[in-house]
């Protein structure tokens, strides 16, 4: 089994709200990751949890927020977003380093 | 400077034709990943490439490694529509999980 599980598949937010998308996996990986896509263009890798810890943050501003409460939940906590935040978000987890399963993604609309 | 860099960014061909998609990195890697992802969907992992000559097939596409070239190829053989989607090359340059990626090859095939 190969899946990544993401929640929600869409969400539209006001640049006041907050709001939670999640990711889980149940293939025993130690890795995950949150990408942001925008269209036509490659993932951007935001975060990468290694064994529950954060070991990548690329220079993310902080209205974006990781949690990883255990080795299979990822979280990303969104927070007074513009509307250039809107995207698709992918998470993905990997048994390090190999092949990374992306989930099938949240499409985020800011208004 | 890291750099993945594919080409053609966009191709355009008939059923039946055979094609190569390329993909040349600038830094040593001994692991590149091919992910395809479908309109407004996720990425689906396609093939690893762990060695200098790694040659993997699925079907109609084959990908091939030359590490001391610094170059992977995708090749297509006699192509069906079913293909059309956009198709990613992503290094892993051994730093905390990263991948670098190309900008994409978005591969349209005409009945």
């Known amino acids: 089994d190969t899946e990544v599980t993401q929640t929600p598949k869409h969400l539209v937010m006001g640049m006041t709200n907050k709001k939670s998308l999640k990711c889980e996996q149940h293939m025993g990986h130690r890795a995950m990751y949150w990408y942001k896509q925008k269209a036509k263009k490659p993932p951007e890798l935001m975060f990468v949890y290694s064994y529950e810890k954060l070991s990548i943050n690329e220079s993310v501003p902080s209205r974006f927020s990781p949690e990883c409460p255990n080795s299979s939940l990822l979280n990303l906590h969104l927070h007074a977003l513009q509307p250039e935040d809107s995207a698709l978000y992918l998470c993905a987890s990997s048994q390090s380093p190999d092949t990374q399963y992306f989930g099938p993604g949240t499409r985020l609309t800011v208004l | 400077e890291l750099k993945v860099e594919q080409n053609p960014l966009f191709l355009s061909m008939q059923e039946g034709k055979n094609y190569t998609i390329y993909c040349n990195y600038s830094t040593t890697s001994d692991r590149l990943y091919w992910y395809r992802q479908d309109p407004g969907k996720s990425l689906e992992s396609l093939f690893v490439?762990?060695?200098n000559g790694a040659v993997k097939q699925e079907g109609r596409l084959m990908a091939s490694l030359d590490t001391k070239a610094r170059l992977s190829t995708l090749h297509i053989t006699a192509a069906v529509h079913d293909l059309s989607a956009t198709y990613f090359c992503a290094v892993d340059i051994g730093r905390n999980y990263q991948l670098i990626w190309g900008a994409g090859t978005k591969l349209i095939i005409k009945p």
């Open positions: 490439l762990l060695s």
